[in-house]
């Protein structure tokens, strides 16, 4: 079993900073892609960061330049880096990852909790 931890949220006013952490712990073998998902209000989750296994990271045009993703594999924790933040991030960010929980090859999809981000104006 594989269990995700986010962290990080919280209130800022436009223009700051947050950043975000999602960590993996349980039975993990090896992590591929790690991804990051924003649901603004009333919204759908929409796919805004990903990083391979190797660091490279690809971005919703909304958050490029902006956001950062980035990974630490010995932790197995994944983070967001989000700068210049707007209004319209506000929402719920999730990460998401592809793991392979045991040797066998076998990939599988785990979600995190959520983490609400508010910025206001």
């Known amino acids: 079993q594989v269990h995700l931890v986010e962290s990080g949220g919280g209130l800022v006013q436009a223009g700051g900073s947050l950043k975000l952490s999602c960590a993996a712990s349980g039975t993990i073998f090896n992590i591929d892609t790690m991804s990051w998902y924003h649901q603004a209000p009333g919204k759908q989750r929409e796919l805004i960061a990903i990083?391979?296994?190797?660091?490279?990271?690809d971005y919703a045009d909304s958050v490029k330049g902006r956001f950062t993703a980035s990974r630490d594999n010995a932790k197995n924790t994944v983070y967001l880096q989000m700068n210049s933040l707007k209004p319209e991030d506000t929402g719920v960010y999730s990460c998401?990852?592809?793991?392979?929980?045991?040797?066998?090859?076998?990939?599988?999809?785990?979600w995190g909790q959520g983490t609400q981000v508010t910025v206001s104006s």
């Open positions: 990083i391979d296994a190797h660091g490279g990271t």
């Open positions: 998401y990852i592809l793991a392979q929980p045991t040797m066998d090859g076998r990939r599988y999809g785990y």
